[in-house]
């Protein structure tokens, strides 16, 4: 049996969806990284970073199909920048490498595993991808050593809990009210074996 990457006028639904729920939730992430940031300076973005992962986790979860991670990334990086971010359209560069962070762990399973640890290692790949991305972006190269692992390993433990285990939970929040029903997610659930 062959597997079809073609995506059905329902998953491209269901990316639309998410990607405009989670530019919203990630326009008031910028309050709490602000606030955040105000109390408790420099390392602050990579505590929080990971929760601006969770759309393409959530849709990959989902959809489990090459492009979900990205598609979705971008698609709320998008909707972000209509709603007023002031990012603007750097946005969209940031949300395609973010969301190509977690589509290469995707890859490495040939987007057939779907369970915690690889969504928390997701997570960890979005992180690294975004690292690197900020770190030719801002200049990182003239951070202190020590203060650079301190922001990577932060970084890569917002990305596994906020990105990756909060991405899960919401999955699997969603898949019991049974609006995934019909989706790639219900039919690995209803054909694992028992």
Known sequence: M??????????ILIAAVLGAVFAVLYLGWVQ???VAQAA????????VMGFWFIASIVAAAIIRKPGAAIVTEVLAAAIEILLGS???????????????GAEAVF??????NYSLPVLML?????AIFSFAYTWVLFGYGALAPGLLIAMF????????????????LITEALYKTG????????????????
């Open 122 to 126: 997701a997570g960890i790949g979005s």
């Open 153 to 168: 390993v932060l970084r890569c433990l917002s990305g596994a809990l906020l990105g990756g285990l909060a991405g899960h």
């Open 32 to 34: 709490v990284w602000l």
């Open 179 to 194: 609006v995934l029903s019909g989706l790639a997610i219900d039919h690995a659930r209803r054909s694992a074996p028992v």
């Open 86 to 100: 002031p990012a603007g359209i750097m946005l969209l560069v940031a949300a395609a490498i973010q969301g190509a």
């Open 2 to 11: 062959t597997e079809s990457h073609a995506w059905t006028l329902r998953e």
């Open 40 to 47: 408790f300076g420099t390392v602050t973005m990579d505590v």
């Open 107 to 112: 890859a490495a399973t040939r987007w057939r």
